[in-house]
């Protein structure tokens, strides 16, 4: 059993890519200096990773039994980690989540995000299919808001396009 379960190769452009482009986005938008670039992508990069594996950890370590059904190559129904290490993993990624979320002046979205993985796998509202789609929907407003933040303030303009990117 590996204690530090590897993610699903199909989780990380869409865990990853969105946050990425909207904090170039912001960059360019902002009209920062190119030397910022970067800094800004490597805090985008560390920050949207921990964003991944937060909701994909507590979707893995509640959802076993389906991916046995349906997806039996992920890390638990294939043997390589189980539920309970899964768990531990994700209270060890949350708290490194919330750091950088802190660390990168972006509190509100890390807070917002942990609370939504919270309520959507540990809470059953991955079962109600309304509640699970409202949760994408919410999670890319959350994304893309983290993302500007961190190089931009989030004025009028910078809403319009978080809200089209979620859209």
């Known amino acids: 059993m590996h204690w530090w379960m590897p993610i699903s190769a199909g989780d ?59 997806k039996p190559h992920r890390p638990i129904p294939a043997g390589l980690v189980t539920a309970e290490n899964a768990s531990l993993r994700f209270t060890v990624v949350a708290a490194l989540f919330l750091w950088a979320g802190w660390l990168f002046q972006v509190e509100l979205w890390a807070l917002s995000w942990f609370s939504l993985v919270t309520v959507h796998n540990y809470l059953g509202s991955d079962r109600f299919w309304p509640t699970k789609n409202l ?31 979620a859209a």
Not at 150 to 162: D, E, F, K, N, S
């Open 12 to 70: 990380v452009p869409a865990g990853t890519l969105p946050g990425l482009i909207s904090t170039g986005a912001a960059w360019a938008l902002a009209k920062r200096p190119g030397s910022e670039l970067p800094w800004d992508l490597t805090r985008a990069l560390i920050y949207f990773w921990l964003f991944l594996h937060l909701r994909t950890l507590s979707n893995q370590a509640t959802g076993a039994g389906e991916d046995r059904r349906n």
């Open 135 to 165: 949760h994408t929907i919410i999670g890319l407003l959350v994304q893309n808001a983290a993302a500007w933040q961190m190089v931009a303030p989030l004025t009028a303009g910078a809403w319009r396009w978080i809200i089209a990117g």
